[in-house]
Every structure is written in C-alpha cells, then in structure tokens.
C-alpha cells in the first residue's frame, strides 16, 4: 500500500482482515462444499495479531482523509487488539455496532456466537462526513411505527448472510447490503473507497454498483483473480441485490 496509495487519498475504508483463530477456510460451513473453495487462504498467528494490526492500520492512517471514515469488521477473538491499535494511530472510535446475522455454528459447550462486531471509526471529528438522510427521508415513517431513518441507524444491524453460489468461491464475504449501507452513509458517488484485504472483491464490486471508486489489495493470486473476474465479467450484477 506505502508504494502505490498517496497520503489523504481515500475517503472511506471498509475491511474485514484475518481472523487470527486458525480458520479453516475449506471447512464445509455455511452450506458451502469445501471442493469449491479456493485454496489460499493466508492466516495471521494470534500471538502476531497486534503487530499485525498495528502495520495496516499505519497505512490506512496514512491515506485516509481527515474527513474519511473506516468500518473495520472483526471477531471477538482479537477484538482487543484492533482497539489497541486504533488508539494507538489516533484514531476516533465513533460507534461499535453489531451486525447480527441469521445463525452461527452449533455449539455443544459454550454460546453460539451468531454475530459480528463492526468498528466505525473516524479521524477528525469536525471534518468527518456522515449523510444522515441518505436512505430514508427525515419524515419517513417505518413499516412498524417510527421513523425510519432512526431505525435503520440503530446501532445493531439484522442483516442476512449471503451464500455463494457457481463452483468456485472465497470462504466468506460480506452482505452486498451491509456494504451498501455503509456506502450510503459514509460516501458520495465518486469517491474512492479502499479495502486492503480484498478477498472475494465484494466491497470493489458493490462500490463499482454504487457508482463509487474503489481501490483494494489481495495477496493471494487465486483470490486476487477471482475478484478480478468478478468486476469485469459483470455477471455479478444479476445477484447484486440477493
């Protein structure tokens, strides 16, 4: 990233980095079969974890504009370090919300964790944007009563999982609908969002939908090509709103 991206050149960062927990990235969760995953899958030890976050985040730092924001998807496992290092590079922790999904793994001796924690975090207070009317109207009211624009930026999100379908897939990816959320109220049409761990390319395809720039970076090939493929097959635009 140091080589390629100019300082306070990004206005919005949305990632989802390693899990740090010895994923088993072919496992056959989530109804997916584990032939059809790519292999690649490139782990962080959890004793390396905070070194790990401290050196991206430095970057992101670095090119993020003052008035940017970023949305760090996370575990509970290393959820400790990443506030570590955002306190660290001075960063603004403006909301921890939670997006709640529809299941998680059965469980036999602890709680099923069936959600996923989301760090929104800023630079500049009086500089950072934020579009509060972007998906509903200041009047419009909520199918069950209230306004709807509160509603939708309660601080936990219900929001399904997405399953891959075809032969091949990355293990995971985010909702096209989380990231278009995260779009609406953070970014304008035109501005360069960054994600610098790409995986499937999820966040560059819904931002090229959204009429959005993007930027991201992936170090495993098979991964790299397959969101490549994605953003210029176009075929990716039949499913944009599953």
């Given at each position: 990233?140091?080589?390629?991206l100019p300082d306070t050149s990004v206005d919005l960062v949305i990632t989802d980095p390693p899990f740090g927990i010895e994923f088993q990235a072919k496992k056959a969760n989530y109804n997916r079969k584990?032939?059809?995953?790519?292999?690649?899958?490139?782990?962080?030890?959890?004793?390396?974890?905070?070194?790990?976050?401290?050196?991206?985040?430095?970057?992101?730092?670095?090119?993020?504009?003052?008035?940017?924001?970023?949305?760090?998807?996370s575990g509970w496992n290393y959820l400790k370090d990443l506030l570590i290092a955002l306190e660290e590079h001075e960063f603004t922790l403006v909301n921890h919300l939670v997006w709640k999904y529809q299941?998680?793994?059965?469980?036999?001796?602890?709680?099923?964790?069936?959600?996923?924690?989301?760090?929104?975090?800023?630079?500049?207070?009086?500089?950072?944007?934020?579009?509060?009317?972007?998906?509903?109207?200041?009047?419009?009211?909520?199918?069950?009563?209230?306004?709807?624009?509160?509603?939708?930026?309660?601080?936990?999100?219900?929001?399904?999982?997405?399953?891959?379908?075809?032969?091949?897939?990355?293990?995971?990816?985010?909702?096209?609908?989380?990231?278009?959320?995260?779009?609406?109220?953070?970014?304008?049409?035109?501005?360069?969002?960054?994600?610098?761990?790409?995986?499937?390319?999820?966040?560059?395809?819904?931002?090229?939908?959204?009429?959005?720039?993007?930027?991201?970076?992936?170090?495993?090939?098979?991964?790299?090509?397959?969101?490549?493929?994605?953003?210029?097959?176009?075929?990716?635009?039949?499913?944009?709103?599953?």
């Amino acid at each position: 990233m140091a080589a390629r991206l100019p300082d306070t050149s990004v206005d919005l960062v949305i990632t989802d980095p390693p899990f740090g927990i010895e994923f088993q990235a072919k496992k056959a969760n989530y109804n997916r079969k584990g032939s059809r995953v790519l292999e690649g899958y490139n782990e962080v030890k959890g004793a390396d974890y905070l070194s790990f976050t401290r050196a991206w985040l430095a970057e992101v730092r670095r090119v993020l504009k003052p008035e940017g924001s970023l949305y760090i998807f996370s575990g509970w496992n290393y959820l400790k370090d990443l506030l570590i290092a955002l306190e660290e590079h001075e960063f603004t922790l403006v909301n921890h919300l939670v997006w709640k999904y529809q299941f998680g793994l059965v469980t036999t001796r602890k709680y099923v964790t069936s959600h996923y924690h989301i760090l929104f975090a800023g630079i500049d207070e009086k500089k950072r944007r934020f579009y509060p009317y972007a998906r509903f109207d200041k009047e419009a009211r909520h199918p069950d009563g209230g306004s709807a624009h509160y509603k939708d930026k309660e601080d936990v999100w219900a929001i399904p999982r997405e399953y891959w379908t075809g032969d091949v897939k990355t293990p995971t990816k985010l909702p096209a609908e989380i990231i278009r959320k995260i779009l609406a109220y953070s970014s304008r049409p035109g501005d360069v969002v960054l994600d610098p761990f790409l995986g499937s390319g999820q966040v560059a395809v819904v931002s090229q939908l959204e009429k959005r720039r993007y930027v991201g970076f992936e170090i495993v090939p098979e991964y790299f090509d397959f969101a490549k493929k994605r953003l210029e097959s176009g075929t990716y635009r039949l499913k944009a709103k599953e």
